[in-house]
């Protein structure tokens, strides 16, 4: 006796039943999907908008006041760049609080932690720099080295030492990182840990030899070697 088999659907069938229904939920769902599309193009207008005429003048002015306190930055005068003058220059305190939300703004941070640190006011300094968001490498590197001058002037050594290491392998190159790195042998010496150090130092002489700390790491390396001898070599 023959068995009945269902019978498949032809293929063109099935697409053409799945469009009609894709239809009937459109239809059905218009004034939905229309009104969804609408909010979608409300906020990315909105948000354009607010990119065009409110971020973009706000960094413009931002960079405009900030010119302003770098030249006291770069004529060393950190009490003025971070304060301002009384000719209406603002300084970066007062320009991260009124841009705090532009790169510019940001990047204040920074330069009032190297101002509290040239001024001598560690904590004041490490607090900034901890509040800086470094979106390129140098400058973050720049900062952590920063913070572990101010822990190191803090006498807390090994927290200075952590940092000068992150700070050294932030952005390997023949400028920053052999500077850091002898600043962290420099940290391990005042510790009594010789043997350290010299692994450091060792490490500059080989990989930045054509650096100042790499043609210095080897009288470094001889000085430590002898402190280390003298503790026996512990």
């Given amino acids: 006796m023959a068995q ?26 218009r004034t939905i999907l ?22 973009k003048p706000a960094e413009l002015e931002a960079q405009s006041a900030s010119f302003r306190a770098e030249i006291y930055f770069e004529k060393d005068s950190f009490n003025l760049a971070l304060n301002g003058d009384k000719k209406g220059t603002q300084g970066f305190l ?4 009124e ?38 490498m140098i400058t973050s590197a720049m900062a952590m080295g920063a913070k572990g001058d101010a822990l190191m002037e803090m006498n807390k050594t090994q927290e200075a030492i952590d940092q000068y290491v992150k700070a050294a392998g932030k952005s390997e190159n023949q400028f920053s990182t052999p ?17 350290k150090s010299i692994e450091i130092y060792t490490n500059i002489r080989e990989k930045f030899f054509s650096t100042q ?11 430590a070697q002898g402190m280390l001898d003298q503790k026996g070599g512990k």
């Avoid at 007062?94 to 609080?97: E, K, P, R, T």
């Avoid at 500077?179 to 043997?195: F, P, Q, V």
């Avoid at 700390?213 to 000085?223: D, N, S």
């Fill in 34 to 55: 229309l009104g969804s599309l609408a909010g979608v193009i409300v906020i990315i207008g909105g948000f354009l908008a607010y990119k065009q005429y409110i971020v």
């Fill in 99 to 136: 841009f705090g939300s532009t790169k510019t703004g940001n990047l204040a941070h920074y330069y009032a932690g190297i101002c509290y640190l040239n001024l001598g006011k560690f904590q004041e300094a490490i607090d900034q720099l901890d509040q800086y968001d470094g979106s390129d």
């Fill in 94 to 97: 007062a320009i991260m609080d």
């Fill in 179 to 195: 500077m850091y790195l002898m600043k962290a042998a420099l940290g391990y010496e005042d510790l009594g840990n010789y043997a």
């Fill in 213 to 223: 700390e790499g043609r210095e790491a080897e009288k470094y390396i001889a000085r």
């Fill in 4 to 29: 009945n088999t269902p019978k498949t659907k032809d293929p063109i069938q099935n697409v053409e039943e799945a469009l009609t229904k894709t239809e009937l939920f459109i239809e059905k769902n």
